[in-house]
């Protein structure tokens, strides 16, 4: 069962909590001011009916993700909809491999639609469909990202404008 969040709310975990999202997705946010931070969220599964990830924001300004560490999930990040966010210092491993290589099998690291003025920084980012996607996305900025190992693109992006690329890292 997720976690629908309604309100401004910080998360803030505690060294070693981890939250196993049993398959669903894990935190689903339908707020602006919600802040993340020093989680490890795992197990989301692949879907072929609904995007599910381990954050799911939508319609969510000012939101701030910062430290989270990600295992087994079909999305890591995927966040529609929102203004004015921040994903800093995140760790993504998504499970696509020899073993499991449809591309409709996983989802994105991150993943952003129709969003604006948002900053993704020192993220790292491996193993999915694509590490970081944009669509529509604006006057963003991505730097310092390290992305490897994903089945199509490092970076992804389609109909997305003034954004700024700054010292990152796709490889393999």
């Not at 000012?62 to 890591?76: A, D, E, T």
């Not at 995927?78 to 020899?98: V, Y």
Request: net charge negative.
């Amino acid at each position: 069962q997720k976690l629908i969040i309604e309100k401004a709310l910080e998360i803030t975990g505690e060294e070693g909590t981890i939250i196993d999202g049993g398959g669903m997705t894990i935190f689903y946010v339908q707020h602006d001011s919600v802040s993340m931070s020093n989680l490890e969220l795992q197990n989301v599964e692949t879907n072929y009916v609904e995007d599910r990830a381990a954050l799911k924001f939508n319609d969510s300004d000012y939101l701030n993700i910062k430290n989270i560490r990600i295992r087994h999930s079909f999305f890591g990040i995927l966040i529609e909809k929102s203004k004015h966010g921040r994903i800093e210092n995140c760790d993504i491993m998504g499970d696509a491999n020899e073993h499991n290589y449809l591309e409709s099998s996983n989802g994105n690291a991150i993943h952003l639609w129709y969003c604006k003025n948002m900053k993704i920084i020192n993220n790292k980012v491996q193993n999915h469909r694509d590490g970081i996607y944009f669509e529509f996305v604006e006057n963003s900025t991505i730097t310092g990202n390290w992305s490897e190992g994903n089945m199509r693109y490092g970076l992804h992006f389609m109909f997305s404008h003034d954004n700024v690329y700054h010292q990152n890292t796709f490889t393999k």
